[in-house]
């Protein structure tokens, strides 16, 4: 599997990044890959719940359906997917740090048939690309007043 973390100090408390960002009727407010979500209550998801999402990464657009697999409010939320292009967990920590919380995503994919041969490579460098919008997107979000 390939993998990466990237991680953003947002200017807001543990509790009300978990509660956004584990919403999954907020993702496409934030995170560009999600052209829409669907099956899905307004609020954090938790253990064992499902919801499915209409993904837009690169060229490819596809539905996935994550289950959460890990949640321990407000510190960390897992979701996994498995569907016939390839499986993807999804992992978000926080950590309460002076000014707000230090928010961590880390990604980790694999992809079925050949299109595996460009996970290392152009995937990753895609779905990174991505994720730092997301990150950049969650911090204009909660960017101190001027």
Known sequence: MVHFTQSVHLHASPQAVYDFVTNAAQW????????????????????????????????????????????????????????????STVSYELQAEEGGTRFRRTCEFASNGPWRLLDGSIAKWLLARQAARALENLRARWAPES
Request: without cysteine; glycine residues 4%.
């Open 28 to 87: 496409h407010s934030w995170h560009p890959a999600t052209h829409a979500v669907r099956d899905v209550p307004d609020r954090p998801l938790a253990l064992g719940e499902t919801v499915v999402e209409e993904i837009r990464a690169g060229f490819r657009r596809f539905d996935a359906t994550w289950q959460v697999i890990e949640q321990v409010p407000p510190w960390r939320w897992s979701i996994a997917t498995h569907t016939s292009r390839g499986h």
